[in-house]
């Protein structure tokens, strides 16, 4: 269920506003903005260094447009100069012709101005383009800073598919709209105008005639689009779940093909598929009746221009080529409106893209770094915890009055039933969360005082949950250390007893890891990670469970090279599996965010409290697990 919603999240089967079968009817469901003013003014902000070029787009956009529009005027000129003549010479009037020069002029005048229309509309394009590519681009580079210098608690508390839909989906949205939309949207409005204002200098009776039409196209595309609008929601939310199923599906298929459940994801996909289809067909076919519907209002009102029209020839009030101009700006105008009406609404859809993106800008980030930070240039790995008090919500404490006192070169072991704060712990002491009270030290000076890069650098971590990229395993190796050379990285695979089983690869160290790494085995990317630790050379470890998902014999060998490597460092070990830990300088004992129990292993045996329960609960069930088979 996460993967699909995720999915939905995600955006899998198009945005708001742009899917198939909209066009001009404006019948998708539109993401509204909460606040549409205030984060259309924010995101004029980023045009306004652009404002010039924002100018030049205007006036091309104006040009192209008016060279455009007054283009029928003179064709029907054209058509008046050879309809009088024809009418002369069938009159026999005395010296009668058609004027084909004038009309060969007149030609001559249209390919021009169709050409520098045309010119006027490129160049437009072009400077939109770019704007629209410099103003997602510095988004972009703020969302991208913002999201480094969010804290962890924003990452932990929302879904991955949620971030990448702020990060990639919205900010497409936004750069589709500013290339195309707002040109558009620019053009459709300059063309209403023109249109309308050639009209009336033709014949304002007409013209009035033509308008009266529109409003009635306004009320039929509005009660359509109502309708449509519920189908419309429901085949995005359809086409959500068909994504989410798929995906499911796909990367579970061994799952499902172990269990014999082929038939029965293929009955589900049926059924989400069946649902998909009944409400996409609807919403389609009602969507689809607005433009006959248009066609029809639009004809209606091309049969009254063409009687009064022709009545209006016959008075001799008008030329028969204003006629033939006129109905071609009347046919022009139902488009730029229609179009500009939709424009508007992937507009509101963009805005509410932007709101988005602003959401994360607006994140509280972390605690601003000291100006005068200290650095410690050589660590030595002792490190404090003072009466530290943490919770994740402040009225619900987690942590409190916790004192540690750990001496350098010291293995510190983190024990404890889950929830108990042992990764919390290590969050705090990388400050990837903030404490709220007490503080802590490394080498005396307050982590506070240190900047988060030059404090995270002093510690190598090896987590249970394994993260390489998709590249060669050389480069995931070399990852711990920038410019690492060859020999240094197959000596760190050799510590982590890794280099055997990466040299029975077919590429060796040349070998691609795909995008989750699953062209090689849970234990084998773990023994990665920890070449990587070693290679890393730090002053302190981090080990989280870090030989988890290895074989027994492959686990002896990584804690003798894991026991060389901790050798003068500090280094704390979060254990789950109690006997990897038996060697431990210090264990804490945690429960319920408090430290219980401090020892050694044999003392804490020796107590008898809360770490003996635990110990003997492990062995007790290993040694049953021996009898048994």
Known sequence: ??????????????????????GPAMAMPVQKAKDFKGTFKRLLRY????????????ITALLSTVFSIVSPKIMGNATTILFNGVMAKARHVAGARVDFEAIGEIILILAGLYLLSSVFAYIQQYIMAGVAQETVYDIRKDVSEKLARLPLKFYDSRTHGEILSRVTNDLDNIASTLQQTMTQLITSLITIVGIVVMMFSISPLLAVIALVTLPLSFVVTAMVAKRSQKFFKDQQKELGRLNGHVEEMYTGHKIVKAFGREKQSIKEFDTINQRLYEAGRKAQFISGTIMPL????GNIGYVLISVV?????????????????????????????????????????????AERVFEILDEVEEVPEREDATVIQFPKGKVEFQKVKFGYKEEAALIEDMDIDVQPGQTIAIVGPTGAGKTTLVNLLMRFYEINGGKITIDGVDIRDLKRGQL???????????????????????????????????????????????????????????????????GQKQLLTIARAILADPAMLILDEATSSVDTRTEIYIQKAMAELMKGRTSFVIAHRLSTIREADLILVMNNGRVIEKGNHQELLAKGGFYADLYNSQFTGASLEREAI
């Open 1 to 22: 269920m996460r993967k699909k919603e995720e999915r939905k999240e995600s955006g899998f089967g198009g945005g708001p506003g742009r899917g198939p079968g909209a």
């Open 47 to 58: 045009l306004k260094p652009r404002r010039m070029q924002l100018l030049a787009v205007g």
């Open 294 to 297: 248009m066609m029809f209002i």
């Open 309 to 353: 029209g022709g009545i209006l020839v016959t008075k001799r009030s008008l030329e028969i080529g204003d006629i033939q101009a006129f109905i071609a700006y009347s046919k022009q105008l139902t488009w730029p409106i229609t179009q500009a009406a939709s424009m508007a609404n992937m507009i509101q859809s963009t805005v509410a893209s």
């Open 456 to 522: 995270r650098s002093i510690f190598g971590m090896v987590l249970q949950d394994t993260w390489l990229f998709n590249g060669t395993i050389r480069d995931n190796i070399a990852y711990g250390r920038i410019g690492a050379t060859e020999a240094e990285v197959i000596q760190a695979a050799k510590a982590a007893h890794a280099d055997h089983f990466i040299r029975t690869l077919p590429e060796g160290y040349d070998t691609v890891l795909n995008e989750e790494a699953s062209n090689i085995s849970q």
